[in-house]
């Protein structure tokens, strides 16, 4: 009994060595964060223009909020490389050398749908909605607010962005084809506009498209990228 339960418990302690590890780096990313919390939320804030408060716990929740989001986007390598720590001695050579590709690959897909939200299609999406004031409704829009708007506009990017890979592994374990995603096509724009109306921070169509085309054109650039890696 003791010979089959050390393994479970020397991996168990692994496990948990490594998540300690991985919550430390968190709150040093968190701690950092804080430190430039003002000059972050004035980036974050920049298409809307000066932000407000409505009670005195807003800002300093507000602070903790985008203090901890950006600590876990900046030490996210390191989340990823405790899992490979951790997962490494369970892996075959193969394996191994498919995880170490796959590790970059999300790393570079995640932060590229974050800064092409940010820096493209999330100050177009304020300017939008700032088009509809008038003289008798003017835009005031509060701190806490925003930065929730802001991370629920953002973050469906970065996880959506992930397609082009979770599609490639699929192909690789034969699952899915280049010929099988072309037929399937209209199934996936309607069920990509299905995941933009849920993860969407509005419910209007502009938002939600701006959220659905380029996981279109990413569906479709995966389908040529398939078919030049065909042998």
Do not use: C
């Not at 490979?84 to 690959?105: N, Q």
């Not at 409704?137 to 890979?165: C, K, N, R, T």
């Not at 995603?181 to 849920?198: E, S």
């Amino acid at each position: 009994m003791i010979e089959e339960k050390a393994p479970i418990t020397f991996h168990l302690a692994e496990l948990r060595r490594r998540l300690l590890f991985s919550l430390a780096a968190l709150l040093i990313g968190t701690i950092v964060a804080y430190t430039y919390v003002e000059d972050i939320i004035a980036v974050i804030s920049a298409p809307a223009g000066k932000l407000y408060f409505l009670n005195p716990a807003e800002v300093f929740f507000s602070y903790l909020q985008i203090a901890a989001v950006t600590g876990l986007f900046v030490t996210l390598p390191i989340h990823f490389y405790e899992l490979w720590r951790f997962l490494r001695p369970g892996l075959r050579d193969t394996e191994a050398k498919a995880f170490v590709w796959f590790m970059p690959a999300a790393l570079v897909l995640w932060y590229g749908g974050a800064a092409f939200s940010f820096f493209v299609v999330f100050p177009q999406a304020v300017q939008f909605f700032l088009s509809f004031s008038a003289l008798s409704l003017q835009p005031m829009f509060s701190l806490a607010a925003y930065l929730s708007f802001f991370i629920a506009f953002v973050l469906p990017f970065a996880i959506g962005f992930e397609l082009p890979l979770a599609l490639i592994i699929l192909a690789r374990l034969g699952l899915v084809t280049g010929r099988s995603l072309r037929q399937k096509r209209r199934f996936f724009i309607v069920g990509v506009f299905i995941f933009a109306g849920v993860v969407s921070p509005t419910t209007d169509m502009i938002t939600q498209t701006a959220i659905a085309v380029p996981l279109i054109f990413l569906y479709e650039g995966t389908i040529v990228v398939m078919r030049l890696l065909k042998p």
